[in-house]
């Protein structure tokens, strides 16, 4: 891997912005609004230099690459986006402030196809220590930060595998796979984007039963409409307050799976599993859930399982390490940020919609973020953690904690700078263990310009946590992405055994407990 080490740049403490005093000189075309526009303050906080993220999309395809393809079909897809046509500059004749100009893109600088050497011991590995060494490196800010890996490389999962980079400021994993979807089209109908399934809870869904007409009199009603605003604000308020201690002082419990000062800046570890989301959804269906819950229920047990191992190193027998109960008996506080996107109406889908028409959409980080404490300790009835995460979640849904979160983000910058957003952040974010996304993904199987897609994998790197988790459904599968510091988790493939093992336990749990019938028909379970 020397050849590769050297072919990939070494990643850059901070990102400095191109400065620029004639506009001109940059691009010659007129700038529509969106790219005339300033940076927002998430974007802007993520050139800090202890926190300047990138995400990474692995995407796994049926059929070997034509990277012809990728130089004819980019400039009618990708790059009509102005944020992928565009440089972040600061403008010293407006106060210093970082915005968008239009530029021309030449694609040899964004499409990089590496040498992969005839003999392999492991195509796996190879993929898996080029995504490390790529952890390692940044986008150079004098073009548009983002960057495409074509690698025809057969891997277990895979006949070839691409790799999408683009700097966290462009945009959040719901402008991406909104534009994925805008980009792609369906095998089956090659004229129809994807679909992917409606949302059906919001954060204020739970006024619904209010607006279809509640049974009872009016003065019943406005009660119920009264009690339900209290405990909205109330919970909210006691969100708030949590994210503020978490700020200032209310630190995480010191276990194997807390990464030091200074994470940010080391290279991450970036492993995938594929499960069934069939199973998921089973589950769900005997439990009254959601898929979310269960996503954080089997998270919860996996990382359970994985802290039980990490505390029995060292004991006399390999059984007492993993079947006996070796957590400490203090409890343990294991808290994950996670992400949530609070655009107002726009889903995935609708954003992908209103993309392929051209029509304006929220691009760019729309997205707040939640505190969610896990519950670690080993259960007797699998089941309980999928309903001790949902009882965690439904909860979080009478908050408007994602939504306060992610406006306070323009709050501070407009009193206290930048700099000031990016200590308080970074402190919050360091204070938990790792950060949590499940996204949802395309319904059909789905191909760009005759590449047949096999699976997607997003993750990020450059952020103060020793692992991030991410979970992305592709028609009937979700694949399960860990990002780590290899000094905090130095095997992550064996906590990918532990979440996988647990969804099959709590899989199995539900058959035994009878809460659906052996063998009963996938189809029912949408």
Known sequence: MESLTKALRWRQSSLKPIQITNRSSIANHDATDEEQRPLSPAARLFHQP?????????IGFKNPINPRVAYEKLPQSLLKHPRFSSLQVVDDKNGGIMEWVPTTVNLNNHIIIPNIPQTLDSHDKF???????????????????????????????AEAVGIFRIHHSLGDGTSLMSFLLACTRQIDNPDL????????????GWFSSLRSGHEGPWWKRCFMAVCMVFWL????????????????FLKDTETPMKAPAGVELNPKKIVYRTVSLDDMKLIKNAMNTTIND?????????????????YGEGKNSKGATEKKN??????????SMLVVNVRPSSGIQELADMMEK?????????????????????????????REAKATIDRKRHSLEALVSF?????????????????????TFFHSILIFSNLVGPQEEIEFYGHDMEFIAPTSYGHPHGMMINFQSYVNKKTIVLSVDENTIPDPQKLLDDIEASLKLIKEAVYSKGLVEEGISKATFT
């Open 233 to 248: 604000v109330w919970n909210t308020l006691v969100d708030v307050g949590y994210i503020v201690a978490t700020g200032l």
């Open 193 to 204: 984007v994807p679909t992917i399934p409606k949302k059906k809870d919001s954060n204020l």
């Open 294 to 310: 269960v996503a954080m229920g089997v998270t919860q047990a996996g990382l359970s399982q994985y802290l039980n191992r990490r």
């Open 127 to 157: 993929l898996e220590d080029y995504v490390y060494n790529l952890s390692k490196t940044s986008i150079d800010s004098s073009k548009p930060m983002w960057d495409l890996h074509l690698l025809n490389l057969k891997t277990l999962d």
């Open 50 to 58: 202890n926190f300047n993220i990138y995400i990474i999309a692995i």
């Open 358 to 386: 051209n029509s304006e959409a929220k691009w760019g980080n729309w997205f707040g973020y939640v505190i969610f404490p896990f519950t670690i300790g080993i259960r007797d009835n699998p089941l309980d953690y999928v």
């Open 326 to 335: 070796n957590l400490p008996k203090k409890k343990i506080q294991l808290r």
């Open 407 to 427: 406006s306070i983000t323009a709050i501070v910058v407009k009193l206290f700078g930048i700099k000031a957003l990016n200590t308080i952040t970074r402190t």
